[in-house]
């Protein structure tokens, strides 16, 4: 079966018509932010400026702040009343396939031992719209981090930028099903499959940031002790949340009860182990120096991820480096990871 | 300029007059500079100055021990002076190198008047009072009001006063100081209720990463009263009403000593007019007490003496 296109100019008509069966999430701007928003009906403005959000788009799943459950004291003991599941059918058009792969990784933590409602419910009906990169920032070393511009692999659909047109390819049972209930798509031209091809490729090329992370797991464990490397690595950055709250693959959060009187409101938002009192529920943060939480930061997504689940959590977006208030560059701490041989104890 | 940088950072850290020097290396994006904070005399080679280097340096004198080399802007010797008012650092563990500042470039700005982003411009340069964009291959011309950050339109004091050594001429304050900026001028004109609004919408989408606070020089509390849990100030969790309320405490916390150096709206990274509260702050403080922050050393803490006289009876 020949693919599908459709043109940019029809966008508006195509998520209109995904409306009626999905809450279509498209980026937008009207926050004040770059961010997946819900789609208001009308705008497809982000085509001309859209390379990627500042929010990313796990806070479709993961939102930044969540009730969990409310409560009541009553006589014997607490009354829990749970909010209804979430489980509207969400269609998010145009994910970046550095954040669709970011996702599937969060997927692993959130899918593994304990299976977690709340995010689960938001995932599960989750159709994914992938929009392939044409103008990779600066910052970006996806090609670097087992995926590229227009990687198709952890989307339903995937649309490839071919001019005034994109080229549609289905990529799951689910895009395919959704395909073929979709209306007024144009069939894909002979030529059309060149012009994807050829767009893919100058993405590619685009990319021109990357990073080797050959035996990275190996050598930040050798260099865990190393002191003196991590407290200069460690020395410029202030703390801040920005590379963990806004990176796609950070799930940490914070649970939280707000309580008046006898009842009250338990609440989970994003929490950041850069900050300094991360964990602090339990007893005590055990990493009171800023180089430990650098550190703890650098391993989870290099180091202890790729030991549970055989995958780096970073996908290359580039949004830490984008974002960091002193171009703290996560690729240059990596290349200048200490080996065995050099790491001092 | 560079030049004699490199030379006297070298020079403290030979002759041990300073353990470390906290200055400004080139950064690993177009048109960025990153803090380099180093023991090392071969990295003073490194060293840098021009329009980029945006951080505030004294940010990271709290959390340094011994004695310090660092490179000071201004508005950053202004900071300095202030954490040295509230004897959080000793004037004589630092060795302020003075760059006299003739603005920064607010490439915010710059990617709003040319409309493309900062990855996609060829080079940012300044000749004189003008600020040249390339932009594919093509010369665009700004005005400094145009192109340089809003605090450095009000900048009072471009050349630090304080300090060890001078490493260029000192320059004058801005011959029109724009003293508010376009943002604050507007909101006075609305009423009450549309503030009100607008701040709501603005503080919605605040994230909590205390970017603004940690960049902060003035933000020096080892225990911010928003991490209380026994009692809870203010809750954790990125609601509007508690977002507000954590920027309005940090604003009081700060005044007399917020030296309106712009960082806290600079590093935010979801774009809220953060220096739209502060600037308003520091005129507050100047309108009603006659006091800058950081202009002097000798000068007692504002929020932090008190006075037998003082007509207040909360304190007596």
Redesign the interface.
């Known amino acids: 079966m020949a693919d599908k296109k459709v043109s940019k100019k029809d966008i508006a008509r195509l998520l209109e018509q995904w409306s009626r069966q999905f809450t279509v999430f498209a980026p937008s701007k009207e926050s004040g932010v770059a961010a997946m928003a819900e789609w208001d009906g009308k705008d497809t403005g982000f085509l001309d400026w859209y390379r990627n959000t500042i929010i990313p788009p796990k806070a479709s799943f993961l939102p930044q702040m969540e009730e969990m459950f409310h409560f009541q004291k009553g006589e014997e003991g607490y009354n829990i009343k749970t909010p209804p599941a979430d489980e509207r059918s969400r269609l998010l058009f145009g994910v970046r396939p550095c954040d669709a792969r970011a996702m599937a990784i969060v997927d692993m933590t959130f899918k593994d031992a304990y299976e977690d409602p709340y995010y689960l419910s938001k995932r599960k009906n989750a159709v994914l719209v992938g929009l392939g990169c044409t103008n990779p920032c600066e910052s970006c070393f996806c090609t670097s981090m087992g995926t590229n511009p227009t990687d198709q692999t952890n989307v339903d659909l995937m649309l490839i930028d071919i001019g005034d047109e994109f080229l549609i390819e289905e990529v799951t049972a689910k895009g395919k099903e959704l395909i073929a209930k979709t209306k007024d798509l144009k069939e894909a031209a002979k030529n059309d499959e060149a012009k994807a091809t050829q767009s893919k490729k100058t993405a590619y090329d685009r990319v021109t940031r990357k990073l080797d992370t050959e035996g990275i797991k190996d050598r930040l464990l050798a260099s865990f002790d190393d002191k003196e490397y991590w407290e200069q690595t460690a020395a410029k950055c202030i703390s801040c949340g920005i590379c963990t709250l806004l990176c796609p693959t950070c799930y940490c959060f914070d649970i939280n009860d707000e309580m008046v009187k006898q009842e009250g409101t338990r609440f989970r938002s994003w929490d950041s182990c850069g900050f300094p009192n991360y964990t602090k529920m339990p007893m005590e943060n055990p990493r009171q120096e800023k180089w430990r939480r650098v550190r703890q930061k650098v391993c989870h997504k290099y180091e202890f991820y790729p030991m549970t689940f055989d995958v780096i959590a970073c996908t290359g977006c580039g949004r830490c480096i984008r974002l960091c208030p002193v171009n703290w560059d996560i690729t240059r701490v990596i290349e200048s990871v200490p080996d065995k041989a050099e790491a001092k104890k | 300029m560079e030049q004699k940088l490199r030379q006297e950072a070298k020079t403290l850290l030979e002759q041990n007059k300073v353990d470390r020097i906290i200055g400004f290396e080139p ?4 048109f ?6 180093t023991g090392d005399k071969n990295d003073t080679e490194r060293l840098i100055i021009n329009p980029f280097i945006v ?1 505030n340096l004294a ?2 004198l709290t ?1 340094i021990e011994g004695r310090v080399g660092i490179v000071a802007k201004g508005c950053d010797s202004r900071s300095i002076v202030s954490l040295i008012q509230d004897n959080k650092v000793a004037r004589e563990n630092v060795v302020i190198l003075a760059v006299p500042c003739p603005g920064l470039i607010d490439l915010a700005k710059i990617e709003r008047l040319v409309g493309k ?1 900062r ?2 411009l060829d080079d940012i340069t300044r000749d004189g009072d003008k600020i040249i964009v390339t932009v594919d291959g093509k010369k665009k011309e700004f005005s400094l009001s145009q192109a340089l950050f809003d605090h450095c339109l009000a900048c009072e004091l471009p050349t630090p006063q304080e300090y060890d050594i001078l490493l260029g001429e000192p320059r004058p304050p801005a011959p029109e100081l724009q003293t508010s900026g376009q943002n604050i001028t507007k909101l006075k004109e609305t009423l009450p209720t549309e503030r009100w609004e607008f701040w709501k ?2 503080f ?2 605040c ?5 603004c ?3 902060c020089p003035a933000c020096f509390c080892q225990r911010c009263f928003v ?1 209380e ?1 026994e009692p809870q100030w203010v ?5 509007w009403q508690d977002n507000l309320i954590f920027q309005i405490v940090r604003n009081i916390h700060v005044a007399g000593r917020c030296t309106d150096c712009g ?1 806290c709206e ?2 935010c ?4 007019p953060l220096r739209s509260l502060t600037r308003e702050m520091y005129n507050m403080v100047d309108e009603l007490f006659s006091f800058k922050s950081g202009m002097d050393k000798e000068a007692l803490p504002l929020m932090a003496h008190y006075e037998q006289e003082e007509a207040e009876d909360l304190f007596r």
């Open positions: 950064g690993s994006l177009k960025t500079a990153t803090p380099l904070i951080n940010d990271f959390g982003n990855d996609e919408n603005e919605s989408r994230i909590r990463c205390y970017a606070r940690n960049a991490e849990t809750m954790p969790v990125p609601r960082e600079r590093v990274p979801v774009n809220i």
